[in-house]
């Protein structure tokens, strides 16, 4: 009984593996380089045990086949489905069992068993650097999340390009103009949907507001070229706006019908002097509309973001 990240250090130690970012456990086991990672997502928790092998001259669905055909994976608790050949790594995924917890004994059994299946299928890798091919002092490695080899001047050279494109990406200029404009049209657009599903069906649908944020993200992000704090302000803005938009255009297709039932002209300077009456006074309606707004803005907010561009070696 333990959680996924605690049987991964559990397992890990048993074959003397390396603890690195976010509890993955990696290094060498008789000669392949392994990795096991504990999942993240708490809802479904897993543990994905990674083996790296020499893949030059050998199909993935043969070595796949001779793994799941070897009787010491079968009694291991394996289940073929959740095994994948990408490349030159065999990626196996660990469900938790019915309370959603693991045991660091099987998953040292599996990846036992894992091993020893691939060595029936396939060599180890090469030890050499993943990058200048150097067989020198290129002990196993975590970079950005994923077991290798690389040695120390390719590390720093990975280091100094991660600096030279991340400096690249904040001193490209940000495009704000077309920025607003193209937050201001999206935000428009999504009003005019959340506006349109309203009287066609009578009802608000949270959905809209959360796709209006997507396309404002999205589009505000294009526009502008990057994303950074002022571009995830605007986009903020133009979704929550988005949603009080379409409460208005809502309000202001039944303004023109009654006018248009009289027979007379839509006084629309009237109705723009209505429009804080009118949100005020359908009230909870205004909230849940401004309420999706601000998740839509969530999620264009997210989109906006300034990007990383980071190398991270345990
Ligand atoms: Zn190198």
Redesign the pocket.
Known sequence: MASAKRAVEDAGKQFGLQIGAMGVAYGEVDGYLVQLTPGIDARQPNVVVQLLFDVAGRDQVLIKNSIAADPAVQGADFAAKRLQIVADRATYTQPANFVGSFSGDKLRDLTRALVAAMKNAAPPPPVK?E????TESVPPRLVNGAVTR??E??IAKLRAAAQAAQAAYDAQPTRLGLAILAAAGTAILGGLVWAGIGIATGSMYAMVGIGAGLLVGFATLAAAGKGNLIVQGITFVATVSSALLGQIFWGAFYFDQAFKEEGLDTDWGQFVQLIPRLLWKSGGDTVFALACGVIGAAMAVGITKRQTVEMKVD
């Open positions: 650097c990058h200048c091919e150097t690389v040695c001047p390719c």
